[in-house]
């Protein structure tokens, strides 16, 4: 890697210059008018930790376990959809640099990749859930994740319709040919134009089911022993019911500001849905975390670990799996040295940090 790339923003910078500009809109965009972007990192840059003085840190352990998953630092890689317009070798190039730096990856249903392929790939995966409104086809992607050796199911919550990306409306936005939905192409003939928008819009308009509710979470837990967590909660009485239902565990989301584009920052949300958790089930949180600081902000803030979106794909695009592993590598030393200089020997001792 060039020793330029210092930093997550040096990665999304050079990611800039290198991805085409509808690819670059579609990962990099929120919703409506993008004011969630800027609150989630300002969210995390209002958090101030009380470090701890004289602590041995000459050795520290920034390892954890999350759902009996070791993890090197408290991190997994979120779930992303269309990997490959980031890199030709897309989601495969995100799974060996995980796999090589024993980090877990969230795998999208929108993947370019299919969920069996990408099995084939070592380390530890969790399969991320659309519900369909032909709920065939989700009973048959659950079956599929399962028997692929997938360890955890993540059911989206947060995306009853599509938050509005203008971005990808003024472009047009849709797949290269030649690119599919590889999970989903079993299922579905090829989409048509919708004459206005975007092909995902249009996907999610006439295929996602925006009547999902808590009696279809007893469903898709009827089909399956894998254990599932819910991503998109940003209410503490969400987060009840969720424990009541179950679940695994909880991500505190807002997909990264692509969805609501009022809805609460994941750093302003994360304490009251940890503090209503109680340590019962397992608390990830995600958007904006650029920072080894972010990462032990979140855990200060109650959570087990936090989810790496955007900035993998950065380094996708800057040098595929390289690119990948590099990031990685840069969230572990930037996080091993913020436990150093806040006195933090093991991950727990974060809790008394905020």
Not at 111 to 122: K, N, Y
Not at 234 to 256: F, K, M, Q, W, Y
Not at 284 to 292: F, N, Q, R, V, Y
Request: net charge positive; hydrophobic share 45%; with cysteine.
């Amino acid at each position: 890697m060039p020793k330029a790339l210092l930093t997550i923003a040096d990665y999304r910078k050079a990611a800039r210059k290198i991805l085409p500009r509808m690819a670059w809109d579609y990962f990099r965009s929120g919703s409506d008018g993008q004011t969630l972007l800027a609150r989630n990192r300002a969210a995390w840059d209002a958090i101030e930790l009380r470090p701890c003085v004289m602590v041995d840190v000459s050795t520290v352990d920034p390892s954890t376990t999350v759902l009996g998953l070791k993890l090197p630092f408290p991190a997994l890689i979120a779930p992303m959809a269309y990997q490959k317009l980031a890199h030709k070798d897309g989601e495969l190039a995100v799974a060996r640099a995980a796999a090589a730096c024993g980090v877990p990856c969230v795998v999208s249903t929108m993947a370019t990749t299919s969920l069996e392929d990408i099995a084939q790939v070592p380390g530890p995966k969790w399969f991320q859930l659309y519900c369909h409104k032909d709920r065939a086809i989700t009973e048959d992607l659950i079956h599929r994740a399962e028997a692929a050796g997938y360890t955890a199911l993540v059911v989206t919550a947060d995306a009853p319709v599509l938050g509005r990306r203008i971005a990808d409306e003024r472009n047009g936005f849709e797949l290269p040919k030649g690119m599919t939905r590889e999970n989903l192409a079993r299922y579905e003939r090829p989409m048509g134009g919708s004459g206005s928008g975007s092909h995902l819009s249009e996907l999610f308009r006439t295929r996602q089911d925006a009547a999902l509710n808590w009696r279809d979470l007893d469903w898709i837990r009827s089909l399956t022993r894998l254990p599932i967590l819910l991503k998109g909660v940003l209410r503490p009485d969400d987060a009840r019911r969720a424990v009541e239902a179950g679940c695994a565990g909880v991500i505190v989301s807002n997909h990264g500001g692509r969805q609501c584009d009022a809805a609460i920052a994941t750093a302003r949300a994360l304490p009251e849905v940890a503090a209503e958790v109680g340590g019962k089930i397992a608390v990830l949180a995600d958007g904006a975390i650029e920072w080894g600081n972010d990462i032990l902000r979140a855990l200060a803030l109650g959570a087990d670990a936090v989810l790496i979106g955007r900035p993998v794909l950065w380094g996708l695009a800057v040098a595929g799996r390289a690119g990948v592993k590099a990031v990685l590598d840069l969230y572990r030393e930037d996080f091993t040295r913020a436990m150093q200089l806040c006195g933090c020997a093991r991950v727990a001792d974060a809790r008394g940090l905020a």
